[in-house]
């Protein structure tokens, strides 16, 4: 290679820079597979007859990262409990696969099951009906590691008191009952109940819906701090889209027993890909009165999740259905999940259609339209 003076110049044989490799994700500590809960109607003499079906859970997917929370939102009645509980095993499943740490959980037995049910522990809504009212705080958080083989009194008091510290409490307090504690200090007890055997995976069933606001933060940030300290991932079911955007890494959407989309919690946020999720969105409250609200607001009731609706299960209340026209397909095929972009995935036929100008079609058709602040990516 010469140079304008016609030298001859010598290039360095520089190695191009080594490109790291891809950070892999985190593995699923958690796997669901097609789960189904059907609760059976009876009728006849002495219900002797089966005449139908709710279906509570109908062919839930997915899985859960170890170390991340995965939040769980959807109306009340969508089937978000009755999940949790299928996959602790507190109810029996019709149909499905639970795996927790490679392991099937309703296939699991003797020590075995114990081993997994000390690894997975729940927290429950009710911090009242919870707890039970004959037992001191001490000995309900103490409960755990009896079961489970700890049969030392001064350990097990150990534990009791430095728990209790952790999550705000008094070391004294080991000795009080239930009554004597307001709404969040049960809560507390409720947690530190659930760590006491020291868990892998905890199931949050809306830990805070029953607080006052200014308790539900306290309550989170616990929930945030516990997890970092103590390696624990969290399945977090609430309908309360603000607290779930506050403390998950991931989202999933819930509607008559059926997840409609999964994504990152600032995917799901920014840019929601599903109808009904677009929905929720634009209901959440925005504490700025300069902002005026403009809601989406959904047609009709929920259906019967005994009878639920032909093809995709939200049509019959679907704001972009009747923009579009009300395809064909939308009724007589129901949408499975799909790949819409990396790690989002979504339930819905037309997803690529939700558009500013779609949005304003709705508008004009008088059914509403999400916030000003809560509008999908491109909205003006």
Same mark, same amino acid.
């Given at each position: 290679?010469?140079?304008?003076?016609?030298?001859?110049?010598?290039?360095?044989?520089?190695?191009?820079?080594?490109?790291?490799?891809?950070?892999?994700?985190?593995?699923?500590? #958690?796997?669901?597979?097609? $789960? *189904?809960?059907?609760?059976?109607? @009876? %009728?006849?003499?002495?219900? /002797?007859? !089966?005449?139908?079906?709710?279906?509570?859970?109908?062919?839930?997917?997915?899985?859960?990262?170890?170390?991340?929370?995965?939040?769980?939102?959807?109306?009340?009645?969508?089937?978000?409990?009755? #999940?949790?509980?299928?996959? $602790? *095993?507190?109810?029996?499943?019709? @149909? %499905?696969?639970?795996?927790? /740490?490679? !392991?099937?959980?309703?296939?699991?037995?003797?020590?075995?099951?114990?081993?997994?049910?000390?690894?997975?522990?729940?927290?429950?809504?009710?911090?009242?009906?919870?707890?039970?009212?004959?037992?001191?705080?001490?000995?309900?958080?103490?409960?755990?590691?009896?079961?489970? %083989?700890?049969?030392?009194?001064?350990? !097990?008091?150990?534990?009791?008191?430095?728990?209790?510290?952790?999550?705000?409490?008094?070391?004294?307090?080991?000795?009080?009952?239930?009554?004597?504690?307001?709404?969040?200090?049960?809560?507390?007890?409720?947690?530190?109940?659930?760590?006491?055997?020291?868990?892998?995976?905890?199931?949050?069933?809306?830990?805070?819906?029953?607080?006052?606001?200014?308790?539900?933060?306290?309550?989170?940030?616990?929930?945030?701090?516990?997890?970092?300290?103590?390696?624990?991932?969290?399945?977090?079911?609430?309908?309360?889209?603000?607290?779930?955007?506050?403390?998950?890494?991931?989202?999933?959407?819930?509607?008559?027993?059926?997840?409609?989309?999964?994504?990152?919690?600032?995917?799901?946020?920014?840019?929601?890909?599903?109808?009904?999720?677009?929905?929720?969105?634009?209901?959440?409250?925005?504490?700025?009165?300069?902002?005026?609200?403009?809601?989406?607001?959904?047609?009709?009731?929920?259906?019967?999740?005994?009878?639920?609706?032909?093809?995709?299960?939200?049509?019959?209340?679907?704001?972009?259905?009747?923009?579009?026209?009300?395809?064909?397909?939308?009724?007589?095929?129901?949408?499975?999940?799909?790949?819409?972009?990396?790690?989002?995935?979504?339930?819905?036929?037309?997803?690529?259609?939700?558009?500013?100008?779609?949005?304003?079609?709705?508008?004009?058709?008088?059914?509403?339209?999400?916030?000003?602040?809560?509008?999908?990516?491109?909205?003006?």
């Amino acid at each position: 290679m010469a140079d304008v003076s016609g030298r001859r110049q010598v290039v360095p044989n520089v190695a191009p820079a080594a490109v790291p490799p891809p950070t892999p994700a985190p593995e699923a500590l #958690l796997e669901v597979r097609d $789960l *189904r809960k059907h609760f059976e109607i @009876r %009728g006849g003499l002495l219900g /002797a007859r !089966r005449v139908g079906a709710i279906r509570a859970v109908d062919g839930v997917s997915f899985e859960v990262r170890r170390g991340e929370t995965l939040g769980l939102v959807g109306e009340s009645g969508c089937g978000k409990t009755t #999940l949790g509980k299928l996959i $602790l *095993r507190l109810l029996p499943l019709s @149909r %499905g696969e639970v795996r927790f /740490a490679g !392991r099937n959980v309703f296939e699991a037995s003797g020590d075995e099951l114990k081993e997994l049910r000390r690894k997975m522990q729940v927290v429950f809504q009710d911090p009242y009906s919870s707890l039970d009212s004959r037992m001191t705080v001490g000995d309900i958080i103490g409960e755990g590691p009896l079961i489970h %083989g700890m049969r030392s009194r001064q350990q !097990r008091q150990e534990i009791v008191r430095a728990l209790l510290v952790r999550v705000g409490l008094d070391a004294g307090h080991a000795s009080r009952y239930p009554h004597e504690f307001s709404g969040g200090q049960r809560q507390r007890i409720g947690i530190a109940r659930a760590l006491a055997v020291n868990p892998e995976f905890v199931v949050c069933d809306e830990p805070v819906s029953a607080l006052d606001v200014s308790i539900q933060s306290q309550v989170l940030n616990l929930l945030r701090d516990l997890q970092e300290e103590f390696g624990l991932t969290y399945l977090f079911i609430a309908h309360n889209l603000a607290v779930v955007e506050h403390i998950s890494d991931r989202v999933a959407v819930m509607y008559l027993g059926r997840v409609v989309e999964l994504a990152d919690v600032e995917a799901i946020y920014r840019d929601p890909r599903h109808p009904y999720t677009v929905a929720l969105l634009s209901a959440v409250p925005v504490p700025d009165t300069r902002i005026r609200r403009r809601r989406l607001v959904l047609t009709g009731d929920v259906p019967s999740p005994a009878s639920p609706p032909s093809g995709c299960r939200f049509h019959t209340r679907c704001w972009l259905f009747e923009v579009l026209g009300r395809p064909g397909n939308c009724v007589a095929t129901e949408p499975e999940l799909r790949e819409l972009g990396i790690g989002h995935q979504i339930a819905c036929h037309w997803a690529e259609e939700i558009t500013p100008q779609a949005i304003e079609a709705a508008i004009r058709a008088g059914a509403g339209a999400p916030s000003a602040d809560r509008q999908p990516a491109g909205s003006a």
